[in-house]
């Protein structure tokens, strides 16, 4: 007998409707890259263009990469710049006179690299550095401005790199900023997962913190990343003690230092689970440079929160394995690769610049245990499991 031939056609139809209800129900492993502090990159007074060039490849290592690790978000933990948006001063050497340089340059070495990301509409959130405001670096001799602390102004950053400029206007995954523009929140989706990143300042005063509480509240039942600048200190002998220099860079403000801000707003959200940060690395030996930590605390709903410091601006061992031959930062990125199957999150280390992986085999990359170079960690209550 003979099947009919709309029943063959109904069976591949029926056979075809199964198998893409499969595929789509399969666990998509997903990634968030973490660009370290890239001020040595864009630092005019470094050698040039060797910094820039080393930038503006991680942005395309990111693009390249974006289909292969899946990647879903991108999030910079600060100090793009280094000398802020004031002019700074060189001093004398040798028979070179001192200058007072323009930092203008930096800002376009920066927006240049960044330019290479944003066109190719990876989502991605940008977290402002001490290094990044306007009087950084402004000098205190006669005739100028005076010394730069508190540190205040965010002119500059606003127009590169603010919710108006063209890297965020009209997208989607772009959600505003706070009213002082140096604050801002986008959103993401991992294997049909939403997720919140909030792009938060350097020590962020408490304003900015009701800011953020009022876009966590628009946002119940996401996952929540919070990226800021200065968190975790790094730590040879095991430490994780949170790292605070608002004394120093905030001094008279209401700016809050990491343990307050843990105390008045993330232990306080139950649905944050990690917290990125830079900004802190100890002195560089031979030009390598531990800028790496991990804390693991519970917030009041009894869930994990993961913080994970990565600073590698101090690395300045290049391609030819010189200690001073790449600007700092030695083109490292972390990459934390979200293994739905296995419910795991593996925390890594790559720079495109060498072409290496850090604590792999059991090598000591930055001088300590591979362990905080390359590890994972279960995924926390936080991300709801697949039903």
């Given at each position: ?95 070179a006179p001192a200058r007072i340089m323009d930092t ?284």
């Amino acid at each position: 007998m003979t099947t009919p031939r709309w029943m063959v056609t109904l069976g591949a139809m029926l056979a075809a409707s199964w198998l893409g209800l499969a595929v789509g129900a399969r666990a998509q492993d997903f990634t968030v890259a973490v660009v370290p502090d890239t001020q040595n990159y864009s630092d005019v007074t470094m050698a040039q263009p060797r910094g820039e060039e080393t930038f503006a490849l991680e942005m395309q290592y990111l693009v390249d990469q974006r289909e292969a690790k899946n990647i879903a978000f991108v999030t910079f933990v600060g100090d793009i710049v280094q000398h802020g948006d004031g002019r700074f001063r060189i001093p004398a050497v040798g028979d070179a006179p001192a200058r007072i340089m323009d930092t203008r340059a930096e800002w376009d070495i920066a927006n240049r690299a960044v330019s290479v990301l944003s066109r190719s509409g990876v989502p991605f959130g940008m977290s402002p550095g001490n290094h990044d405001y306007d009087n950084y670096s402004w000098w205190s001799e006669p005739g100028g401005p005076g010394a730069s602390r508190p540190l205040s102004g965010g002119r500059a950053w606003g127009f590169y790199f603010g919710s108006t400029s063209p890297h965020f206007v009209g997208r989607d995954w772009y959600g505003g900023a706070s009213a002082n523009g140096l604050n801002s929140w986008q959103t993401f989706v991992g294997d049909g997962q939403r997720y919140l990143n909030l792009s938060l300042e350097m020590d962020p005063p408490a304003s900015v913190l009701d800011w953020a509480q009022g876009v966590v509240d628009a946002h119940p039942g996401l996952p929540v990343i919070v990226t800021t600048h200065e968190w975790l200190s790094p730590s040879k002998t095991g430490e994780t003690q949170r790292s605070d220099s608002t004394a120093n860079s905030f001094a008279g403000t209401d700016h809050l230092s990491p343990d307050q801000v843990w105390d008045r707003f993330i232990r306080k959200n139950p649905m944050i689970f990690l917290v990125l940060s830079g900004h802190a690395y100890l002195p560089a030996v031979d030009g390598v440079s531990l800028g790496e930590n991990l804390r693991i605390d519970r917030n009041d709903a009894g869930h994990p929160v993961y913080q994970v410091l990565q600073d590698y601006q101090a690395n300045t061992v290049g391609p030819d394995g010189q200690a001073t031959s790449a600007n700092g930062g030695g083109g490292w990125l972390r990459f934390v690769r979200f293994d739905v199957a296995r419910r795991k999150m593996h925390f890594y280390a790559y720079s495109p610049l060498l072409d290496r992986y850090a604590g792999r085999d059991g090598e000591a990359t930055f001088g300590v245990a591979p362990g905080l170079s390359d590890f994972e960690l279960d995924f926390p209550p936080q991300i709801p499991a697949k039903r």
